[in-house]
């Protein structure tokens, strides 16, 4: 057994400058082995674990919210020894750049809106385009390839979008005999 005194959970947490949280979450973690529970005081926690799981013993201790109980007298020069007033600075400056950010992720945003409108206005005017070429073709081709041409109605004229697939293009007609007379299929003559 070690000669060294066994401190309650509240004992250790002021002789370290910890809190009670701290001294409970390190011992349920098994950084504290040798605590034992005493049915009067609680756990009780070997001095020795303390300093073997690197707590410094007679550290200033904090205040317990656990327990309420007040610190000493508050820190004239603010949280942590900064003065209040470099803090607000400190605390404006972060608001300033965190606007400027805002703001610049505003303005690429309506840049970026714009150019997809104006991409939009030029998509459309090259379908149009595309579609009085595709009539022109259509003018210029003869009757029976003109079939193939055209496309559905309704379907888009732009190159990479989907389009149905023209119809195949009809048959020629047989030229004629040159006897003038043919046999019909049911055996008539013409």
Do not use: K, Y
């Not at 082995?33 to 001095?47: F, H, K, L, T, Y």
């Not at 020795?48 to 013993?57: I, N, Q, Y």
């Not at 508050?74 to 703001?103: K, V």
Request: with cysteine.
């Amino acid at each position: 057994m070690n000669n060294r005194p066994m401190l309650t959970q509240r004992e250790a947490a002021a002789a370290c400058g910890v809190s009670r949280t701290t001294i409970r979450r390190r011992r349920e973690a098994g950084d504290l082995p040798n605590s034992v529970q005493d049915a009067e005081r609680g756990w009780m926690v070997p001095v020795d674990d303390l300093l073997a799981a690197g707590f410094r013993l007679n550290a200033p201790a904090p205040a317990d919210p656990a327990t309420g109980a007040e610190a000493g007298p508050a820190d004239p020069a603010g949280a942590g020894g900064q003065d209040p007033a470099a803090l607000r600075a400190e605390l404006d400056r972060i608001r300033a750049e965190h606007a400027l950010a805002l703001a610049e992720a505003r303005f690429g945003q309506q840049l970026a809106e714009a150019e997809a409108g104006h991409l939009r206005v030029q998509l459309a005017e090259r379908g149009a385009r595309i579609e009085d070429l595709q009539r022109a073709v259509a003018a210029l081709t003869p009757a029976p390839e003109r079939a193939a041409l055209t496309r559905a109605p309704g379907g888009p004229a732009v190159p990479g979008q989907s389009q149905a697939e023209p119809a195949p293009a009809p048959a020629p007609a047989p030229a004629a005999e040159a006897s003038g007379s043919r046999r019909r299929w049911w055996g008539g003559r013409a």
